[in-house]
């Protein structure tokens, strides 16, 4: 071979190597829409599902979940229940770390679950954990957080004792209960989930955070199943807006779509076939009506305004995906709950209902001469826009006037914290498959969920009974009293059940459909 021959193939051989290097090294990477920025990346402080989904991705608490949703061992491999059912032993998993290499044993856990009920740290839903013994008590300030029930008698093994027999703690420790880092936490204080200090357990490890842009984690090398992650990143695009969503999945700029517009299902479903997900899930839309302040402090005027709102239409007209309307806070699905304590205006008919409203509102003060207006907050969804437009409409035959306020769900989620509203837009998913979990939507001692700010005594007994029952018939028994009850107060005024609609790219798999419409990206891949 001549001298200029083997230059040219060595040419060849080199351009063949460079074209296979991006495929040999190309980064597996999923890009998901995420319903806003995040507000926050402490995993014990998260109220909403942005950030709930950045949770899981960055910690991994006791126990987990499957592809299927289900609840698995995660840092723990296994656990034993007393035959009480109030005292559960946890084994840990051998070896595991933090991801900056620091050891993690269940004093990490004993030291995260009493931070959580410490009343300096406000973590949002620590009512859902009053279950544990003395739990209340500690996160009210009526005791030390050392008495709160859990201890750790040796480094593999975490003791967590409770106030009466609960069947759904274990889906409870899959969402609320993620450890933190104990040594990071007290060197840095609230600083510590900044973007050069936090150090987490999860699948993924931190990696950047460009607002408007995307959160990006990566994969984390001492994840206890590192070796079963087969992605290298997640980036969570907060994208409000689900048209613009759309836009850009057909672009190609995204591989999920977690939130779909109404008016285009239909195409969607032309477009995109099988790569359409919709599923019915375990969550509730609502309104939410300030029981504090002003006209809507009056349950006269709540009924009337909820009975005068047509799900049906809703569902039909606007959200377009098989949604089920919904007269009850607790949505079908839940276990251990055969009958539900729903509107008993569920069956009028719409006539009937407008004209109860109407008698509802003057024996209020209400009427042509001193008509009702109401403050209407909702979140920059299209959706959600056209659901607050069409109930305005259905509102303006009792002669009630609307303020519509749109804002960036940020701001929206702001507003509702400060009771800045008289009408306002709420979602919840269930945290597990109790009834309790959304019950607790309307219990007064839990704020940060209790967007209404309903605070009732009947009610909160009621929960209490339920509590305290080992009865799981009994237990039902209580809860459907206390739904009936808030039913008939309506400090929410349910929509109908969510469908999820989910664009899901023929790139992706390990995508498994499920009703409780949670996806861990450690379980995904790309093509």
Known sequence: MSHRAAQTWAVVLLSIGLALIPA?????????????EPQTLDPQLWTYGQDGNLAQDLFQGLTTLDSRANVVPGQAESWTVSTDGRRYTFRLRPNLEWSDGKTLTSADFLWSLRRIFDPKTVSPAVALLYVIRNGKAVNQGRLPVTALGVAAPDPRTLVIELEHPAPYLLDLLVHRAFPVPRHVVEKYGRQWTRPEHIVSNGAFVFGEWRPGSHVRLLRNPRFHEAASVRLDAIHHVPI????????????????VVVTLPSDQIDDIRRQFGSQLRLVTQLGLEYLAFNTRRGATADTRVRRALSMAIDRELIVVRITRAGEPP??????????NYPTRGCADFEKMEPTQRLAAARRLLAAAGYGP?????????VNNSDTQRKI????????QPLGVKVELIGSEMKAHQQALAQGDFDVARGAWYG????????????DGRAPALNISGFDNA???ALLDQADNSADLAERAAFLQKAEALAMREQPIAPIHVYVSRRLVSPRVSGWVDNPRGLHLNRYLAVR
């Open 24 to 36: 040999a090294f190309a980064e597996s990477v999923v890009r998901r829409s995420s319903t806003g």
């Open 240 to 255: 409000e807006d689900p048209k613009n969503a759309v836009v850009r999945y057909r672009a190609g700029e995204l591989d």
């Open 326 to 335: 919904a007269y009850c806070v607790v949505p079908q699905g839940v276990l």
């Open 369 to 377: 001469s001193r008509p009702l207006t109401l403050r209407f907050r």
């Open 388 to 395: 607050a437009l069409a109930v305005s409409s259905m509102w």
């Open 431 to 442: 945290e597990d498959r109790d009834a309790l979990s959304f019950l607790r939507l309307l």
């Open 458 to 460: 009947e009610y909160k």
